[in-house]
């Protein structure tokens, strides 16, 4: 890590590297109505991560019918794996235990984030 920002590792050719945090969050024994049961807290926790800029991209894993089997994947800003880690240690799925995690350091190398925000009107579109 660079001694000037800790969430951002050095390579060995000394380049700064950006590092997000991919949780990938496992059903622990639950089922589909005891995650519904919390679902809108965890959401008011996930909206919260997001105001604070905490949160990249979450969602539901599906299976082949495109349909929610209750696993998920979010995706954090930390400084640290210890900080990511304590943040997802908040998530009202596993506090309660219904759902475990691995965490995973991950830097994005490619990709395209396309944002379109039309001024005159006040609309904005991600694609």
Not at 3 to 21: C, I, W
Not at 24 to 39: F, I, P, V, W, Y
């Amino acid at each position: 890590m660079s001694a000037a920002d800790p969430g951002h590792p050095v390579t060995p050719d000394g380049e700064e590297q950006s590092v997000v945090f991919l949780c990938l969050s496992q059903l622990n024994g639950a089922d589909a109505g005891e995650l519904s049961k919390h679902m809108a807290e965890h959401r008011q926790w996930l909206a919260a991560l997001e105001r604070q800029g905490r949160l990249f991209a979450a969602g539901p894993l599906l299976d082949d019918d495109h349909r929610s089997f209750g696993s998920g994947v979010l995706v954090v800003r930390a400084a640290s794996r210890d900080e990511a880690g304590h943040l997802l240690d908040q998530d009202p799925f596993h506090v309660r235990g219904l759902r475990t995690y691995r965490l995973h350091p991950w830097r994005i190398n490619e990709g395209v984030l396309r944002a379109i925000v039309t001024l005159s009107d006040g609309t904005a579109d991600l694609t």
